[in-house]
């Protein structure tokens, strides 16, 4: 009996050793995460990819809303949706008609305008503002990846990001866009999303680059794909930045 006992104890264990040395391939990601400000706590969702929505005192804004980044069933109604530009994984101009309701306010590009009638055009270094959130727009543009020689994939003009103002807060979508002077350049951001995918936005270095420059206090990569998301975590390991992954591919 002792001995079944002790070979049973012996099973356990080794089954445990090999369980605990197989690698976990489900790892769970935080669907959202809160970020308090003097105009109260913002609940920032991550829908995917480029997809985005934030909400503060049951205000909604909706980010490069795209039905192919994940599910918008349940979603609330936008209060305002901010696109960055015409690229079919940032516009879908029929989920925008889904998210719309009255009083629904849109900031967007000229070329995205030109696709959603109602939507304001901004260019960057232009601001507006609503009774709960002022919009900034911010040049995104490729300096180095390009179609074909002289053809950028995003050229300068054509696409924007968007500082976010809320309270005490100021949060930065860059949309898709390289690492460019305009970002470097950029001060006082609170939290910061930075595409990191080639050939279309940013290498990790490219990322940590831009990071280092303008050292927000929170980072995330999103639009990433197959990046290795954990090559911008060693690159600013010791930079006092906290780079926070999160299901974005």
Do not use: C
């Amino acid at each position: 009996m002792k001995r079944n006992y002790r070979s049973i104890i012996r099973t356990i264990l080794f089954i445990t050793l090999i369980a605990m040395a197989i690698p976990s391939f489900s790892q769970k990601y935080p669907d959202s995460d809160i970020i308090h400000s003097s105009a109260g706590d913002v609940e920032m969702s991550f829908i995917g990819h480029g997809s985005l929505m934030f909400v503060v005192n049951n205000y909604v804004i909706h980010i490069d809303p795209v039905s192919s980044s994940g599910s918008y069933e349940k979603k609330p109604l936008a209060d305002l949706i901010l696109v960055t530009h015409e690229h079919y994984d940032h516009l879908d101009p029929d989920l925008i008609a889904k998210l719309r309701k009255d009083g629904t306010m849109m900031f967007s590009t000229e070329k995205v305008a030109s696709q959603v009638k109602w939507a304001k055009a901004m260019k960057a270094g232009e601001k507006n503002t609503t009774d709960k959130v002022t919009a900034e727009a911010v040049p995104a543009y490729n300096i180095v990846n390009m179609r074909a020689q002289g053809q950028p994939f995003h050229p300068k003009g054509s696409g924007i990001g968007f500082i976010l103002t809320i309270g005490d807060k100021r949060i930065y979508i860059a949309g898709d866009t390289e690492n460019t002077p305009e970002m470097k350049a950029l001060r006082n951001i609170d939290v910061a999303f930075l595409p990191m995918n080639l050939p279309y936005t940013m290498t990790p270095e490219m990322v940590a680059d831009a990071a280092n420059a303008f050292k927000p206090r929170i980072l995330y990569p999103y639009h990433y794909g197959d990046t290795n998301t954990d090559k911008l975590v060693t690159l600013l390991k010791d930079s006092g930045i906290e780079v926070r992954i999160r299901y974005l591919k």
